[in-house]
């Protein structure tokens, strides 16, 4: 007994040492920054916000390598300007800088809307005395993140409207890696074995890149997806072979954002809209050019297969959607034209590339991959070019 538990813990020691040698490698050849994630702690404007320094994120809490002394452009806004479902360097910021030549700092974090780009406009943005500033107006989940800010952060107080109560459901899914949530798993999960699991993954999660590399394949990704229908959230697969498609969509969780039938849903628009306009009055204050890219939802991108598409498990609550989703476009833009607010509106551009090419994962997500994020950044790249030639 004695021999066998020996050569058991000079297994286990052997193996231990090769992880952590192959954890070593790993980072030698992978950016952390793409992998793990990162410390988050509460904020009381903010919210949430990404610890200084916390895996590979800069001194800010950003996805930069360096908080430079001066930036080009600032790109501020979620998860979509964050870039997840991509590595660092194929984020649109990141792209857009390598299109440009210019330094593009890129003030994104997950979760954040309207009024976390507005503070971070004012207390960051303008420090690196940018030339532009691109805000990414998320449709998805923009409104909502507007509505839940002001009237739960005492900061924007002054912006609540004293007739509307404070409504639980107002997050409509959240913009930041829905893989990454660090709230406790429901109840259901809460004991046993399925607790315990998830504890562990949690921390290798944020600590090892090997791990997190592992899980980022199919077979992390399903894994993924299982935990959603775990929890109840609906995802509504489509397959079409003649071109290529083969991805999931989540419209109860989007619809929860943008269903305009809901009172906090139209508050939170026109917070948004109101943010949005302060921000194009601080820049034109500080002689800085200011851009809304607005970003449409993944099934808005995908209305040509799946609007009026009976076949489809969640018919109804997606053609809810793009319509909701189409009356919120056009308030924006009308909005944006009555106040002289530049925007560009990329789903034209998406739309056109869904039967030549994967511009999403296919699976539940809603975050681009990098030739999404691709198309996003050489969109903007040329609205510059043409704003420059005119």
Known sequence: MNEF????????????????VAEGVTRVFFDPVDYLWPRQSPDEILRLKINPN??????????????PERADIVAIGDSQTYGISALA??????????????????????????????????HKALQLKPDLIIAGFYLGNDLADSYEAVYTVPHWEDLRNPDLAIIDDTKGGGSGKP?????????????GFKYITYVITDWFAGHSV?????????????????????????????????????????????????????????????????????MNEAAEKNGIRFLVVIIPTKETVFEEFIEGNDSLSGSRKIDRLIENERQ??????????EHN????????????????????????????????????AESIYQYLNGKQEN
């Open 89 to 122: 360097r194929y984020t649109w910021p990141e792209t857009l800088e390598r299109l440009t030549g210019k330094e593009v700092y890129n003030l994104a974090i997950g979760g954040y809307g309207p009024a976390e780009y507005f503070y971070l406009m004012e």
């Open 341 to 376: 607010i530049s925007y560009l509106d990329v789903l034209e551009p998406l739309r056109q590339a869904v039967p030549n090419e994967q511009i999403y994962p296919n699976n539940y997500n809603g975050h681009s991959n990098k030739n999404g994020y691709g198309i996003i």
């Open 210 to 278: 090997l791990y997190r590399i592992v899980t980022e394949t199919y077979l992390g990704d399903m894994i993924r997806q299982r935990r959603m229908i775990d929890r109840g959230e609906e995802i509504v697969m489509f397959r079409d072979n003649e071109h290529g498609i083969n991805t999931g969509f989540t419209p109860e969780t989007r619809l929860q954002g943008l269903d305009l039938t809901k009172p906090h849903l139209q508050e939170g628009l026109s917070l948004a809209l109101g943010f949005f306009n302060r």
């Open 54 to 67: 916390s895996r590979a994120h800069d001194s800010w809490g950003f996805r930069n390598k360096y908080v």
């Open 5 to 20: 538990i020996k050569k058991t813990l000079i297994v286990l020691a052997a193996v231990i040492a090769s992880l952590l």
């Open 328 to 337: 919120v476009n056009e308030i924006a833009k009308s909005y944006f034209e």
């Open 179 to 191: 893989e990454e949530k660090k709230s406790p798993p429901p109840k259901t999960l809460r004991t």
